[in-house]
């Protein structure tokens, strides 16, 4: 009798196959667990951002020389967190053609002013910095006139982008 003919294929046992679907299981619970975790310890997160344009409103009712304190919310990304933020501008139509719109924090040390309609003019309660219509300073002491968003219009909406800081030649 041929030796090869009495040799049994060896078949795996019910235990085996058992176990082996025990580890690959544990195995995937593992991987699910770890991988979220290693993203969060070793990836670094998005960066802080913002909206880069934000709609502040319609701007065809804008009496010239009379500034109107608009609001609007900007989206921000900080890290894992979005969240959205509450903002304003003072925004003046100078001319029938041309708008200004103010970030609304004073120069000096960043109170909020507000538009005074008796003296025509932006007085800031805090030391009394007071800001001419185009944003210069007319007394106090802001060091350099107010700060401007860029702005952009599309079908009388405004729109804002980022604040550039003004200079303190620019007064
Ligand atoms: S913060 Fe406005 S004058 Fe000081």
Not at 51 to 76: C, K, Y
Not at 128 to 138: N, Y
Request: aromatic residues 10%; hydrophobic residues 40%.
């Amino acid at each position: 009798m041929d030796k090869d003919a009495n040799a049994t294929v060896e078949m795996p046992s019910r235990r085996g196959f058992v176990n082996a679907v025990i580890y690959a299981l544990g195995a995937a619970m593992g991987a699910a667990l770890a991988i979220p975790a290693a993203r969060y310890l070793f990836l670094p997160p998005k960066t802080r951002k913002q909206q880069a344009w934000v709609e502040a409103g319609d701007i065809s009712n804008l009496t010239p020389g009379v500034p109107q304190e608009m609001t609007f919310r900007r989206i921000h990304a900080d890290g894992w967190k979005i969240y959205s933020e509450k903002g304003t501008a003072w925004v003046v139509k100078t001319t029938e053609d041309n708008i200004v719109a103010f970030a609304p924090a004073c120069t000096h040390l960043g109170c909020a002013y507000h538009w005074d309609a008796a003296k025509s003019d932006f007085l800031c309660p805090c030391h009394g910095s007071t800001f001419a219509l185009d944003g210069k300073v007319l007394s106090g002491p802001a060091p350099r006139p107010l700060d401007r968003y860029e702005i952009k219009v599309e079908n009388a909406h405004l729109f804002l982008g980022p604040v550039h800081q003004s200079s303190e030649t620019s007064s």
